[in-house]
């Protein structure tokens, strides 16, 4: 079941108020809420204290980023990520908010979205969230892309150090050429349509720590 909630509908069922840094008041549910995050939960409980009526949290985050989040708090199946809109904003706040099960709910999401085809814009934005575990996915991503993709420039690269750009340059040149030479395999021939690099074969010497990136 699709999570389909409106949170900007004043008369769907609420019982706090999200008002956030640019004007947007979203209808939420607490308990769901609280769940989700215990630094939320602690504010709730803060901004209740002598409210009367429904009681309004003052949150930084602009509507458009909540509105992504939201639904990872609620029960159902949330909308897929479709583009990299907000999505420093939006993995920063769960950071912040330390939602962990929402992160995880988030990020399978996310690796199983289309925009994992652009794994250079996906590395420097998680990298720049220390989001180890997408790191190490979008460095390996990039071994099906060639040099000359993963030198060309992206705007999201200004987010991370020249030395973490340079290990993952540094990582391409070593590792992509056991990508080639599996995609030049007849056994490859089997695994038309697969992407992820753990569908791969013969990618066992390529390294799963990204370590040095962060």
């Given at each position: 079941m699709s999570s389909q909630v409106d949170f900007t509908d004043a008369s769907s069922n609420h019982n706090f108020i999200l008002?956030?840094?640019?004007?947007?008041?979203?209808?939420v549910l607490k308990a769901f809420l609280s769940y989700s995050s215990d630094l939320l939960k602690n504010l709730f409980m803060a901004e209740q204290n002598g409210e009367i009526g429904v009681p309004i949290l003052k949150i930084a985050e602009r509507?458009?980023?909540m509105l992504t989040i939201l639904p990872f708090c609620y029960p159902g199946i949330p909308p897929p990520p479709s583009s990299f809109d907000?999505?420093?904003?939006?993995?920063?706040?769960?950071?912040?908010?330390?939602?962990?099960?929402?992160?995880?709910?988030?990020?399978?999401a996310l690796l199983a979205s289309q925009?994992?085809?652009?794994?250079?814009?996906?590395?420097?934005?998680?990298?720049?969230?220390k989001w180890e575990s997408l790191a190490r996915g979008a460095a390996k991503d990039t071994l099906y892309l060639p040099r000359e993709n993963v030198e060309s420039y992206v705007q999201e690269l200004t987010l991370i150090p020249a030395s973490a750009y340079h290990h993952l340059l540094t990582y391409h040149?070593?590792?992509?050429?056991?990508?080639?030479d599996a995609l030049n395999r007849p056994t490859f021939l089997r695994l038309i349509g697969a992407k992820r690099h753990d569908q791969m074969p013969n990618l066992q010497r390529a390294p799963s720590s990204t370590n040095r990136l962060f």
């Amino acid at each position: 079941m699709s999570s389909q909630v409106d949170f900007t509908d004043a008369s769907s069922n609420h019982n706090f108020i999200l008002d956030a840094s640019d004007g947007a008041r979203l209808y939420v549910l607490k308990a769901f809420l609280s769940y989700s995050s215990d630094l939320l939960k602690n504010l709730f409980m803060a901004e209740q204290n002598g409210e009367i009526g429904v009681p309004i949290l003052k949150i930084a985050e602009r509507g458009s980023t909540m509105l992504t989040i939201l639904p990872f708090c609620y029960p159902g199946i949330p909308p897929p990520p479709s583009s990299f809109d907000r999505l420093l904003e939006v993995l920063l706040a769960i950071r912040k908010y330390l939602m962990q099960d929402v992160g995880a709910r988030f990020e399978a999401a996310l690796l199983a979205s289309q925009i994992t085809n652009e794994p250079l814009r996906m590395f420097a934005i998680v990298v720049h969230c220390k989001w180890e575990s997408l790191a190490r996915g979008a460095a390996k991503d990039t071994l099906y892309l060639p040099r000359e993709n993963v030198e060309s420039y992206v705007q999201e690269l200004t987010l991370i150090p020249a030395s973490a750009y340079h290990h993952l340059l540094t990582y391409h040149s070593k590792y992509s050429e056991v990508v080639v030479d599996a995609l030049n395999r007849p056994t490859f021939l089997r695994l038309i349509g697969a992407k992820r690099h753990d569908q791969m074969p013969n990618l066992q010497r390529a390294p799963s720590s990204t370590n040095r990136l962060f």
